[in-house]
Structure formats: C-alpha cells, structure tokens
C-alpha cells in the first residue's frame, strides 16, 4: 500500500513529505519534494499513478538493457565500464535479469579479478542503468547482490615518507608526470576520493581562501577540501596547463604512469585510492589519534561504521602487543595494590 508519510527535520525544523509503502510486493520510498500538504498530495498522486502504471504495465518486458543504457550514458556520460556490459547485455531485457546472470557476467568479464573489482565494474555500472530507468517508470527495480568484499584485509596506507619519494620521481620524470605527484599529496592530506581529485577544475580552487570545492561527490554531495600552505604554493608554482588541476587522463594511462612513478621511486607499489583516502584516515586516527567526528569532517565520511572498518588500518599490532603485554612489563604481584594477602587459617 503506497501513502503519504513525513518526517521534521531537527536541524530546522522543516517538514518533507514522502511517498513510501509496497505495490505488489515492491517497496518504495522517494521525497515528494515539497513541504506543503495540498501540493504533497498532488505529487503524491503523480507518482503514485506513474509506479502503478510501469508495474502493471511491465514496460520492463520489453524494455533492454542496452537501450536503457544508451539513455544513461546521454544523460550522465559516465561510460566507464560500459562497454563490455551493453555487448553482452544489450538485447537482454531488464525484466529477465537476474543477480545470477550478472554475477556470470562478472565472472566472465574479470576471470581472475576480486570480489571488489566484479562489484566495481560490473554490478554498480549495471545496477547505475537500471535505478536510472527505475526512477524514471521505466521499469521495475532489479535486486543484485554485491559480491563478498574484505573490509579493508588487502589495504594498505603509506606514510609521508612514501609520499615524498612519489612526488620526487614524479618531478624528475616531468611534466606530465609531476602533475600525479601533486595529486597525491592532494589526496593524502584532503582525503579525496580518485575520481574527485581527477575532475577538480581550477575554477574550483580558492588559493586565497585555501579551499577546494569537491563537486558531486560520491555521496552526492559537495564538499570543501581544506588545502595546506604546501598544497597551496605547489598549485601557485603550477599555473593552469589545463581545465582540470591534475591533468586529464584516462585511467587505464594514469594507473600505468603511477606504477612506473612507484618504480622510479623504488617504492611499493601502493595504488592511487589506497595512497590517499586510506592513508589520510589512518594518518589522522591511528598515527595521529585525531577523533573521529574531525576525520569524518574533514574526509567528508558520513558513517563511521565505513570510515573504521573500511579506511582506517591498525599498525603494528605486534610491537603494541608486546610493549603493553610483553614480558618486560609483567607486574609483580607482591606490590599489586589491589591483592590483599589472606590471614593464615582464613
């Protein structure tokens, strides 16, 4: 049964409406975008006529994959992985996915890649298209499930130290290359995601101000990277060579520049995601104890449940282990405060 529903926001007190409830076994919750109840209840009877229109309907029989996609990509132009779903899923009707059908997908497509990898690639490009038709009435949703990922098992942070030495090979390498040392750093010490820090504009950079605007993130919204006085002069040093601040490159050419950058600098080879937003959480909490509603603002994190399983990584558990539990630290018990010797015959 679809309704209305509502809830008032503590912050401001305002009052949002919603559409929410199941029609024939599919849930459904979306804003009806207005704080007033006469025109709450006319978008409400909108969407209302437009979800039991594309269910009862089952446009979804007969609309494909790939003509959805075709839409998707002219409305968002995000193509990234695209490609080699629409040749295998494009006369496939969405109506007839499954999460078993896109896991094959997966597998096919990435033999040996990861459980993160598969759901990167295949499953969150897939599913991108289908929410789009979704939220459009063109079809019903689709559940597919992720696959297992570890939480943050297979990451790793590095340090300032590795920070260095990538920006130092970068330099010498030269242009080209120097502007994915600045990246880096702009990384490490902002938190920002890859895809953020690759399409940061200069338009979106106040030096003055030591700001950077993060447009469109990847929790939709926008967030104000603090720059340090490092990361300012190395960007007055840098003029504009381009719209965007770090260059603009494909990924598969920026992921072969930053390994041969890691070689050169006869460094481990620690991938871009990792060397920043990783890193930046474990400098700040595990290095630097900062609390966590700092790191969360400053990172632009919205649940600490996947800043501390996912980003920040313990440190040398083993020395940690032995300097508090250690044999060098074994107490003696005859001056423990706390044991209080019993009387013979007690």
């Given amino acids: 049964m679809l309704k209305i529903t509502k809830r008032t926001r503590k912050k401001d007190g305002r009052t949002i409406y919603y559409l929410s409830g199941t029609y024939k076994g599919q849930r459904f919750r979306e804003s009806l975008g207005t704080s007033g109840r006469d025109e709450a209840q006319r978008a409400f009877e909108q969407k209302r006529a437009e979800i039991i229109e594309a269910i009862d309907g089952d446009k979804s029989r007969v609309l494909k994959f790939g003509d959805a996609a075709i839409e998707y990509l002219k409305a968002t132009k995000n193509?990234?992985?695209?490609?080699?779903?629409?040749?295998?899923?494009?006369?496939?009707?969405?109506?007839?996915?499954?999460?078993?059908?896109?896991?094959?997908?997966?597998?096919?497509?990435?033999?040996?890649?990861?459980?993160?990898?598969?759901?990167?690639?295949?499953?969150?490009?897939?599913?991108?298209?289908?929410?789009?038709?979704?939220?459009?009435?063109?079809?019903?949703?689709?559940?597919?499930?992720?696959?297992?990922?570890?939480?943050?098992?297979?990451?790793?942070?590095?340090?300032?130290?590795?920070?260095?030495?990538?920006?130092?090979?970068?330099?010498?390498?030269?242009?080209g290359w120097s502007e994915l040392g600045r990246m880096e750093l702009f990384m490490f010490t902002t938190g920002a995601r890859l895809g953020d820090a690759e399409r940061l504009e200069w338009p979106q950079v106040y030096l003055a101000k030591k700001t950077a605007d993060l447009l469109d993130t990847k929790n939709g919204e926008t967030r104000t990277a603090l720059l340090t006085d490092e990361m300012v002069r190395l960007l007055r040093l840098n003029p504009p060579q381009g719209q965007r601040v770090f260059g603009d490159w494909g990924r598969r050419q920026m992921y072969k520049r930053w390994r041969a950058i890691c070689e050169a600098a006869c460094i481990e080879y620690v991938p871009p995601h990792q060397a920043g937003r990783h890193s930046f959480a474990t400098e700040m909490i595990v290095r630097n104890k900062v609390d966590i509603p700092t790191t969360m603002k400053l990172g632009g994190w919205k649940s600490p449940k996947v800043l501390m399983g996912t980003y920040a990584h313990p440190e040398n558990v083993r020395q940690v282990a032995e300097a508090i539990f250690g044999n060098d630290k074994k107490p003696d018990l005859r001056l423990a405060p706390n044991v209080t010797p019993q009387k013979k015959g007690a």
């Fill in 79 to 175: 193509t990234r992985f695209m490609a080699p779903i629409i040749t295998k899923l494009g006369e496939t009707a969405i109506a007839d996915i499954t999460s078993g059908l896109i896991h094959d997908l997966a597998r096919a497509l990435y033999p040996s890649g990861s459980g993160a990898t598969r759901n990167r690639q295949v499953i969150c490009p897939v599913l991108a298209v289908i929410n789009w038709a979704v939220e459009r009435k063109l079809c019903a949703p689709v559940p597919v499930k992720r696959f297992k990922e570890p939480k943050g098992a297979d990451k790793v942070a590095i340090d300032r130290v590795w920070v260095d030495a990538f920006m130092a090979a970068a330099m010498i390498l030269g242009r």
